[in-house]
């Protein structure tokens, strides 16, 4: 290992960046999404009383393959009416910002003298809201692309629910950076680890974000996208094999994505308030802790999804309209206008 | 490394900004919006390598994630079958050749004006303040718009809520009328 040391910084940081993208992305988040199906598939069948898919490996486990193996295996069937470059191009764009989001989250604080987060941004909120807001193309670009009705409609459906939940969800966390006072990530959870977590803070603000994630990332009770009783499959109804394995896996990963902001803004991030757990690491076994930590916090998040999207029913679209602009809308700017006053009078010189 | 990056993205941004307007493989207003997502992402690629990270972020989100969706639905809905048969309007290329060499020339003058042996000194203050903290941190940024420029930054935002008001009156069903009938 030798001459990792002697490279130059620039190509040591290349390297090493590479590396984390690399292992978050192929070795955690995406065997993450596929076991998150499995998941999915099991705990609903535990709340409807039956069993799920137990066949395929101990206790079901290597479904993921065989779910894979058969995406794989069926037909790639493009209709002949379709555009066929937009066609293409959306199912790749629904998965990518899910997974660039990942790039500034801070999901440890050290493993050996490598920071624990890919990039570091001093606006890592704002990226990340600027990536999320981009994935509203590949819904778009799938029900243009496809040229039919019932894609058309979810893909209009959906650009207007995602653009409506954005503005909610983005005002529901201007509290927690005027009391953090940074926009960095890093710092947000620095932060957490010298107090209490936000989420005793600004509890209203969780509360608006976490809705507003459900709608962001098409879940019900407000998945309109794709609402199956009316709209067949909504935006992806044309797809098929691969293509619509791509949005549908690009879904959980937009899942996991939301789910670790959420922890890293309201639920102190890799820290834990005991056992000396808010300290920055300094072996590489506390550093690989904190990261286990943090993942626990991150799958508490995912089986909530879960659990919600199989215990409630749709949203009205008018409904879903409404609870965005006349509720969260108000009650996030009343939040910061609260937040303000309490922040003017406690401010110290 | 930087200069390669400036170049890549410079590049990027003039090509996709020429196809948006002048696409000779598509007249599809679809393409043109897409391609001016592109225009916007690579220019934000610069604003990153002029370590401005703020507007960077913020061009992202606000044009490219919000404004462009919306040009995307009006486009949609509207289903523009007309534009993709008309052929290129002679007027309209000539005017926007004008508008354009119009615009070089402020910018080159403006851009020679600044950059004079005079103010030299001035040019390499700019510089030196540019070098420690970046162009556009967030936290200097908001403190100049809400104490020196708060007068504009105040007029913007009434003007954007005068907007937003005409948008909302013109858009909404006169519904006491109607009832009235």
Redesign the interface.
């Known amino acids: 290992m030798e001459w990792i040391n002697n490279l130059p910084a620039?190509q040591q940081f290349a390297l090493f960046s590479l590396l984390k993208i690399l292992i978050t992305v192929f070795a955690v988040v995406l065997p993450m999404v596929a076991y998150s199906v499995v998941a999915e598939r099991r705990i609903s069948a535990w709340i409807q009383d039956r069993v799920g898919p137990n066949r395929v490996g101990p206790w079901g486990l290597l479904q993921p393959a065989a779910d894979g193996l058969k995406f794989i295996l069926k037909e790639d069937f493009t209709p002949n009416y379709v555009r066929k470059v937009?066609f293409w191009l959306a199912p790749a764009v629904s998965m990518v910002p899910a997974l660039m989001t990942l790039a500034v989250i801070p999901f440890g604080t050290k493993i050996g003298n490598q920071n624990a987060v890919i990039s570091d941004?001093?606006?890592g909120i704002?990226?990340t809201?600027?990536?999320?807001?981009?994935s509203?193309?590949g819904i778009?670009?799938a029900?243009?692309a496809s040229n039919s009705k019932y894609p058309?409609l979810g893909s209009?459906r959906s650009?207007?629910q995602m653009?409506s939940y954005?503005i909610a969800m983005g005002m529901s966390v201007v509290p927690v950076f005027m009391l953090v006072g940074e926009?960095n990530l890093t710092k947000v959870v620095e932060y957490q680890a010298s107090g209490a977590w936000i989420i005793f803070k600004q509890p209203v603000a969780f509360v608006i974000f976490l809705i507003a994630a459900f709608a962001e990332t098409n879940r019900l009770p407000f998945d309109m996208p794709e609402s199956e009783s009316e709209l067949v499959g909504g935006y992806h109804t044309e797809y098929s094999s691969m293509k619509f394995a791509l949005f549908f896996l690009g879904e959980y990963a937009a899942m996991i994505a939301v789910s670790a902001m959420m922890v890293v803004l309201f639920l102190g991030g890799w820290t834990l308030p005991f056992a000396g757990l808010n300290e920055p690491a300094e072996s590489l076994v506390m550093g690989l802790l904190q990261i286990g930590i943090f993942i626990g916090k991150l799958l508490l998040f995912m089986g909530l999804f879960i659990w919600v999207r199989w215990m409630l029913p749709r949203f009205r679209y008018d409904q879903l309209m409404d609870i965005g602009w006349k509720r969260f809308v108000p009650l996030s700017l009343a939040n910061i206008i609260l937040t303000a006053i309490y922040l003017y009078f406690t401010y110290k010189k | 490394m930087q200069d390669t990056l400036f170049y890549i993205f410079s590049a990027l941004t003039l090509l996709c900004g020429i196809l948006v307007v002048f696409n000779p493989f598509s007249r599809n207003p679809v393409t043109s919006a897409m391609f001016l997502v592109l225009t916007i992402i690579s220019m934000s690629g610069l604003f990153v390598l002029l370590k401005a990270f703020f507007l960077a972020a913020v061009q992202i989100l606000v044009y490219a994630g919000a404004v462009i969706v919306l040009f995307l639905f009006v486009i949609m809905l509207l289903d523009v079958k007309e534009e993709e048969r008309r052929r290129f309007q002679k007027f309209g290329t000539f005017m926007g050749l004008i508008s354009v060499i119009g615009l070089a020339a402020i910018i080159i003058n403006t851009t020679n004006q600044t950059f004079t042996i005079a103010n030299q000194s001035e040019v390499q203050s700019i510089k030196e303040t540019f070098n420690q903290s970046g162009a556009a941190e967030t936290k200097p940024l908001g403190k100049l718009l809400f104490t020196e420029y708060v007068l504009p930054f105040e007029i913007v935002s009434l003007l954007l809520l005068v907007a937003m008001v005409g948008c909302i009156l013109l858009s909404k069903r006169n519904t006491s009328k109607e009832e009235a009938k």
């Open positions: 620039e937009y941004l001093n606006v704002l990226y809201f600027g990536i999320v807001s981009l509203v193309y778009v670009l029900g243009y058309f209009i650009s207007a653009i954005e926009l």
